[in-house]
């Protein structure tokens, strides 16, 4: 059984409420999502007390984890990075007074900016189109959803190596593209 199978069936058996189960995908996965919390968190204590919320999610939402939908680990990955992100939400200062929110400077971007970021959008689009589809769904997986290099191999089936290849030749031609 791989790594992918022994996650999805210790999810179907933590739907069913087998605490056993429940242990042993703490085990096998604590260390990948408390790696998540402290990139995100950026603080150890925060991230070690959001991973036990995480793992309280896990067990309640179990049931609804769809094999065949995503990798067993991008979900238990998605619920950790959507909890930090939540956390981080909740730690921000809300103005009292009319004269706290008065002061602040407005953060969204002016005119010229939003063209200017449509714009760089673009660009980045165009650029990933010229890398092809496996190659940008990698890029696009890796470094906004987070997936790791193996997860990646074995999402396209292909070597470890050749999957770090992949990348880093992709971050290449996108840099050269956005140079131009």
């Known amino acids: 059984m791989t790594d992918a199978e022994t996650i999805s069936d210790l ?37 070690e007390e959001a991973l036990q919320e995480i793992y309280v999610k896990i067990w309640q939402r179990a049931d609804r984890f769809a094999t065949g939908s995503a990798t067993p680990l991008s979900w238990l990955a998605a619920i950790a990075r959507n909890h930090a992100i ?39 689009d165009s650029c990933m189109e010229r890398l092809g589809e496996d190659r940008a769904t990698a890029v696009r997986r890796a470094y906004v959803e987070g997936l ?16 770090r290849t992949w990348l880093r ?7 050269e593209c956005m140079e131009q």
């Open 148 to 163: 790791s290099y193996q997860e990646l191999a074995e999402m396209f089936s292909v070597p470890l190596n050749t999957m």
């Open 86 to 124: 939540d956390v981080i939400r909740a730690r921000k200062p809300v103005g009292d007074t009319i004269d706290e929110a008065y002061d602040l400077a407005d953060s969204a971007p002016n005119p010229e900016m939003q063209v200017e970021l449509r714009a760089e959008g673009r660009r980045i």
């Open 11 to 47: 999810i179907g058996r933590v739907a069913l409420k087998d605490r056993k189960a429940f242990s042993v995908l703490y085990q096998q996965t604590s260390p990948k999502l408390f790696a998540i919390c402290v990139r995100i968190l950026r603080d150890r204590n925060e991230a």
């Open 169 to 175: 030749r992709s971050l290449l031609k996108l840099r």
